[in-house]
């Protein structure tokens, strides 16, 4: 599979079609969208593992090899996989109503980021590393470019600020996504988990070893559950990166 052929595919519905030649044969009976949109309702339902190439062409009533004549192999399904719902995210583009405030902006991207991990938490399997070329990725690239771009950064602190945004949020959502996916399958809460191993604090745990913990747990900072210091954490982190970005401004 070259990756001309896969930046093709990913870009499918953004250029137009090459006219069928005639007397090409019978109309397929599927096409590219159709099988991507069941590889990931499969993932979502049943996870990553499901979305095989056999379960895909069981799923749509078609052979494996069927299967192959619309996406050449189990790689480049999982890459369109990934840029189709990483372009689910509903960010403003070019000329669309927006808010008005940079900030905002922002959150509506840590807003849409982690919705769009909750939907497909088996996003989280899959190393963003080497991401789809995509329109998907270009959409949440664009945005937030677009939102540096009004803060008269200079041009490399810009994209520096748009990485570390689009770090920080996907990184946190991934994890979190990832974490209801362990209690999917162990139905088993991270609070619950953790009561199991209360031992771990009357019968190992040495105040005099860890000094800071004990001195915040006798303050109440450790009196919420797993869920909600997550939360409170990714909030105060985001909105510390944000501040960072702003004191940026006001020194230049």
Do not use: C
């Not at 949109?37 to 049943?46: F, V």
């Not at 909750?118 to 590393?129: D, G, K």
């Amino acid at each position: 599979m070259t990756v001309d052929r896969t930046l093709a595919l990913l870009w499918r519905n953004h250029r137009p079609l090459a006219p069928a030649a005639k007397g090409a044969g019978r109309r397929p009976s599927l096409d590219v969208n159709e099988v991507v949109a069941t590889g990931i309702r499969l993932a979502d339902s049943d996870g990553l593992a499901a979305a095989s190439m056999g379960g895909v062409a069981k799923e749509l009533g078609v052979g494996t090899m069927t299967l192959y004549t619309y996406v050449p192999s189990k790689d480049d399904l999982l890459e369109l996989m990934i840029d189709q719902v990483l372009g689910e995210r509903e960010l403003p583009g070019p000329g669309e109503p927006r808010p008005d405030d940079w900030r905002a902006q922002v959150y509506l991207y840590s807003d849409q980021t982690q919705l769009m991990f909750e939907r497909h938490p088996w996003l989280s399997q899959v190393s963003p590393v080497r991401p789809p070329a995509g329109p998907g990725l270009m959409a949440a690239s664009e945005y937030l470019l677009s939102i540096m771009s009004t803060l008269d950064l200079a041009p490399r602190e810009t994209n520096t600020a748009a990485v570390a945004i689009s770090t920080y949020v996907d990184s946190a959502a991934s994890l979190a996504a990832e974490g209801r996916l362990i209690e999917r399958a162990s139905g088993q809460s991270h609070d619950s988990w953790w009561i199991e191993r209360s031992d771990l604090w009357e019968t190992y745990f040495d105040v005099e070893r860890h000094p800071a913990m004990t001195a915040i747990w006798n303050a109440g900072g450790f009196t919420a559950g797993t869920d909600e210091t997550a939360a409170e954490s990714y909030r105060y982190g985001l909105d510390r990166l944000l501040d960072g970005i702003a004191q940026r401004l006001d020194v230049q």
